[in-house]
Each structure stands twice: as structure tokens, then as C-alpha cells.
């Protein structure tokens, strides 16, 4: 090997994130083909990828086996202690290298994490996180702090210099609020900052050429403030010993988006965060995040450095997967998915429909809402708890921003398992929360920041729908039954709840109430005052669409007959009967 000199190479970084379980696509609630998505069509792109750069490595970022319906039947009647999980069975023929745990990876339970990796042929990492000792042994003989890929580059004289790759994972530490039933005296989980140094630090200490951080977090958006216990990627990159940084979680693409533009020193052209090249793959397989580390070795010194890179998100085609050994290898699990939606559970009188249920009472809220109160009435029981009125809070999933948008809509007539996913697509469980009637504003009042404000309006008598920000996802627009009210959108951001009342009778501030809801909001998801854990006061451990199951199976000929309560409204001006 020669003493003086350089060889340059390209390291392509490939990255999958937030595919939550969408292997095809194919929407099987609404039983048709949706191009644009799936790990099946991003295989297409890894292929690509690999043949364009043969020095690659392919990295998953958490939130994999979570979030379609191919995954609730996994979880429901998939054999996954003795057989080899379908998204894992398609990963390593795709041949990763290296996986990272996402928030949505314990939404199962340990023991089911642990089976599902079982047969993982790349490491499984996180670097925050950490095992106790009556964690599952499969999962502390599975889970490493750092994932190793070894490889070895010719130059053109037919020298082969080694490369070492360490890649780091960490995920937000608000799992052990989201999953406490799960986690608990099982994990625990260190901040992501402070967690994500001391690995690099060590990757650095064992001989890593190359360090690459697999963030399952994003930023925070729309402010030029960087600081957020959830949306870590800012201060991330201000690490001194990595290379590239991986983000995910937020579902966004980076570079290609602007919401990250207002914080400081990031570049989403160039697809760069303080300086460090940064990629966000999107949602469900729709694209593949590509960072091209420009790779420099002095012969001198016999040590690697990055001398340039260029990043890029990679949006799959229409055309879709086209392989037909992958194809293969999920056929028995489409199948069996197509089949499992199908499944007939129960009746409806009333259609049941989410499309309006931005600005005004939707038949789909409610219908989860009666649920939740259903199973909340017997913990209460099973707690012996004292008697106090019972509400229910739900948002809506997959509302519409607009007249012409789709939403999820089931029509009166016969109730599917696959109906029941499509109305509650998180796999959340079912929390009881007590408040008083302050709290119980400042809840609907967070709730009511999802309405524009009519100063911010075109002049004249404005569509419902143009009262909808945008910018504040469906999920978190609670609204609670039980109680009656109305959003004033004339009022300023934490005035606009009036007329609040129950049974007749104004909501005092000392008033208490139970209310119903799911694990994510009660524990802090969406920030919502009052709401982080220290309220709960029962636990359900089922998931809340087995609890629509069970609620409709509980009905008198399994069929919902409930009316629809206009219970709360949107005041101020008239929506100009465009609805």
C-alpha cells in the first residue's frame, strides 16, 4: 500500500422509514389498488439505487410493523412465535443491513417485538434504549446498541482498503408514555441527545470510519425555535462524530418540504441540517431517502473522510412493484389480509362517515365514542371507583380537508373487521382520565385551535371547510360527548369554547368528570393541557378496535342503532351553506 496519495469513493446511504406495515400498493379498506406507496414498489428504487452506486448500504428507521391492515391481521392470527413475520421475511430478502426501532414498534407488547425480529437476518438497534432484566430474552439477544456493516473497497490498482460503518439509533423516550402498559418495569429509555453522543463516541472509539444516525424523530415545524423533547433532529445534528443523519416519524420529505425552513441553518434544496446532510423517506413506502457520502482515504494518515455528498428523496413510480419473487413472498399474506377484512362482525343503521367531522358532529365519532365509554363504564366498576359523570373524547382518522377529498365512510348495512380498521387505525388503548371542568375547557379549547381564524378569511360568508387549519392533523382534533358547547372562531386561540354545559347545567371550574379516551392523548400525545399520564385513573390493555369489536358484538342483534347528537357546533358566522 502506497504511503502518500488518496482514493475517493461514492457510499450510498439508503433509507426506509414510517413504512407502517404497507407492503403493497394497495388500500384494502377501500379494496383498490393506490399507487404511489409500499415497500414492494420502494424495492424497485433499492434496486435502482444499488446498481447506480455498488458501495451501498440499506438502513430501515422504524415504524415498520405497525399501521395497516396487513399488520392487524398479523397481530390478530399470524403464527409469528413459530413462523417468520411477513415485513421481516421481505426485509431480508431485500437484504437490509441494519434495522432502528420506531415509537410504533411496542405497540404490541415486547413479546410480540421480540418474536417478530426473531428471524432478522441484520442487526436490530437502539441506542436509547434499554433493557431490563425481565425484558424478553429473544429481545436482549437481539437488540444492539450499535449496528456494524463492514465493507471493502478496491481501488484501481486492485488494493482493497476496509470501510467501517457504524450506525446509531434513537427513538423519542415518549414510548413510556404512549406504551406504559407495555413497557413498564421492562425499558427504560434515556433522551435521545445525550444517548445519541455517547454512541457515536463510541462508534468513533471502536474504529468507525463512517457514522450514520437513524433518528426515528423529525423536527419541530413552522418555528424557528429547535428545541423539542419529541422532534429532536435539529439539535441532533449538532453531534460533532457523525456523518449523515436519517430522519423519520413525522411522515414528512426531506429534502422537498418547507416546514422546516424557519429553523436555523437548514437547507432543504441542498437536503442539510447545521451543515450535516440529512433525508426523510415520507410515509408508507413513498419514497426512498438517499444520501451519496463522498468518501476520501489518505493512504498517509490510513483513515477515511467525507469530502462532499449529495442527498436526495426518491418518489416510487406508478407503476408499482414489479418483481415477482417479492411478490411471491407476500401473496399468502395478502390473501389472508384480503380475507381478514371481509370478516362480517356486525350491523350499522346509519352510515357511519368521518368527511365532515372537522366542523360539525360526525355519526363515526361517535360510534368509537359510545365505544370507549362502554369499556370505560366496567373499568370503572373493576377499579371501584367513585361515581362521577363519564364523557368520551375521540378524534376523527381520516376526515376530509375538503369537499372534494375522500374520507372514510361505511355505509349502513353490514360492519367488516375491515370497516372497524378503517375507523380506528391506531393501535391504541383505552385510558380513563379524571378532570375537572377547568381542565375539561382547556381540553376542548386545544381542540378548538384547529379552526382558522375569521380575520385570517376572505371577506363575505366563508365555506365550512375554509375554517379547517390545515396544519393541524385530523388525530388531533378531539371532541369529547357528553357534553354540549360551541366553538366561537370570532374569539381569539384559548376563548373560543362557549355554552359549555352538562345535563343542562354550566360546566363549573370545580366540576369533575370522568373521561374516556385512548393511551396517546391521556399520556401527553398532541400536548394537550392536563394530559400527561398524571390524570389516569383507569387502564384498559386491549386495543381500542378490539374494543369496537367487543362493543358491537355487546348490542342487541350486533347491530348500532344510535342516533346521531348535534352536541356541539362551530359559531360565528354561517358557513355560508356551502357544506
Known amino acids: 500500500m502506497p504511503k502518500q496519495g488518496s482514493h475517493t469513493t461514492t457510499l450510498r446511504i439508503m433509507e426506509t422509514s414510517d413504512v407502517h406495515g404497507q407492503l403493497l400498493s394497495y388500500d384494502y379498506f377501500a379494496q383498490a389498488e393506490q399507487p404511489g406507496m409500499g415497500l414492494l414498489a420502494t424495492a424497485e428504487l433499492i434496486q435502482q439505487a444499488r446498481a447506480e452506486q455498488p458501495l451501498h448500504v440499506l438502513i430501515e428507521n422504524g415504524d415498520l410493523i405497525q399501521g395497516s391492515a396487513l399488520t392487524d391481521w398479523a397481530v390478530a392470527e399470524f403464527p409469528i412465535t413459530s413462523s417468520t413475520h411477513p415485513v421481516i421475511r ?10 432502528n426501532l420506531g415509537n410504533h414498534e411496542f405497540n404490541f407488547g415486547l413479546d410480540y417485538l421480540a418474536h417478530t425480529y426473531r428471524d432478522a437476518e441484520f442487526p436490530v438497534i437502539s441506542s436509547n434504549l434499554n433493557l431490563l432484566q425481565n425484558a424478553p430474552d429473544e429481545l436482549h439477544q437481539r437488540l444492539r446498541k450499535i449496528g456494524w456493516v463492514k465493507r471493502e473497497v478496491t481501488t484501481d490498482a486492485g488494493q482493497s482498503i476496509p470501510l467501517e460503518i457504524a450506525v446509531i439509533g434513537v427513538l423519542p423516550p415518549q414510548i413510556m408514555q404512549w406504551d406504559q402498559q407495555h413497557l413498564e418495569h421492562q425499558v427504560t429509555v434515556n433522551d435521545m441527545l445525550t444517548s445519541a453522543q455517547a454512541a457515536a463516541l463510541q462508534a468513533r472509539e471502536q474504529g468507525a470510519d463512517v457514522v450514520v444516525l437513524a433518528a426515528h424523530t423529525g423536527m419541530p415545524k413552522d418555528t424557528a425555535n429547535p428545541e423539542n423533547k419529541e422532534q429532536t433532529g435539529w439539535l441532533l445534528a449538532g453531534i460533532s462524530d457523525i456523518d449523515a443523519i436519517l430522519l423519520g416519524h413525522q411522515h414528512e420529505i426531506f429534502p422537498g ?37 463522498q468518501l476520501t482515504y489518505d493512504f498517509a494518515e490510513q483513515r477515511w473522510q467525507v469530502s462532499d455528498f449529495v442527498v436526495e428523496s426518491r418518489p416510487v413510480t406508478e407503476q408499482g412493484a414489479t418483481n415477482p419473487r417479492l411478490l411471491e413472498l407476500v401473496a399468502d399474506a395478502h390473501q389472508a389480509t384480503l380475507q381478514f377484512v371481509e370478516q362480517p362482525v356486525g350491523q350499522t343503521a346509519q352510515p357511519l362517515s368521518y368527511k365532515t367531522a372537522r366542523w360539525r358532529p360526525s355519526s363515526a365519532v361517535q360510534f368509537v365514542q359510545r365505544a370507549q365509554a362502554w369499556q370505560a363504564e366496567q373499568l370503572i366498576k373493576a377499579n371501584d371507583l367513585p361515581s362521577l359523570p363519564l364523557l368520551s373524547a375521540a378524534a376523527p382518522f381520516d376526515a376530509a380537508y375538503a369537499a372534494e377529498e375522500s374520507a372514510t365512510h361505511i355505509a349502513a348495512g353490514e360492519i367488516t373487521r375491515g370497516a372497524i380498521g378503517d375507523l380506528y387505525r391506531y393501535p391504541n388503548t383505552l385510558d380513563v382520565v379524571k378532570v375537572n371542568g377547568a381542565q375539561l375547557r382547556a381540553w376542548l379549547e386545544r381542540s378548538a385551535e384547529s379552526f382558522t381564524s375569521v380575520a385570517n378569511l376572505d371577506e363575505g360568508d366563508p365555506s365550512c371547510w375554509e375554517l379547517i387549519d390545515r396544519d393541524v392533523p385530523h388525530y388531533n382534533f378531539d371532541t369529547i360527548l357528553g357534553v354540549s358547547y360551541a366553538i366561537d372562531v370570532r374569539k381569539a386561540v384559548g376563548q373560543r369554547i362557549v355554552e359549555l354545559s352538562y345535563a343542562g347545567q354550566v360546566v363549573s371550574d370545580d366540576q369533575e368528570f370522568y373521561v374516556a379516551t385512548n393511551n396517546y392523548r391521556a399520556n401527553g400525545g398532541g400536548n394537550f393541557p392536563h394530559l400527561d399520564g398524571q390524570t389516569v385513573v383507569a387502564r384498559g390493555a386491549d386495543m381500542l378496535a378490539d374494543v369496537l369489536l367487543g362493543y358491537i358484538g355487546s348490542l342487541p342483534e350486533r347491530r348500532y342503532t344510535k342516533d346521531l347528537e348535534q352536541h356541539w357546533k362551530v359559531i360565528g358566522i354561517g358557513c355560508g351553506g356551502r357544506i
Open 90 to 99: 421481505l426485509l431480508n430478502a431485500l437484504q437490509y443491513d441494519v434495522a
Open 257 to 293: 418540504t418547507e416546514v422546516y425552513d424557519l429553523l436555523p441553518e437548514v437547507d432543504s434544496s441542498k437536503g442539510t441540517v447545521r451543515g450535516v446532510p440529512a433525508v426523510q423517506p415520507g410515509v408508507y413506502g413513498s419514497h426512498l431517502g438517499l444520501i451519496d457520502l
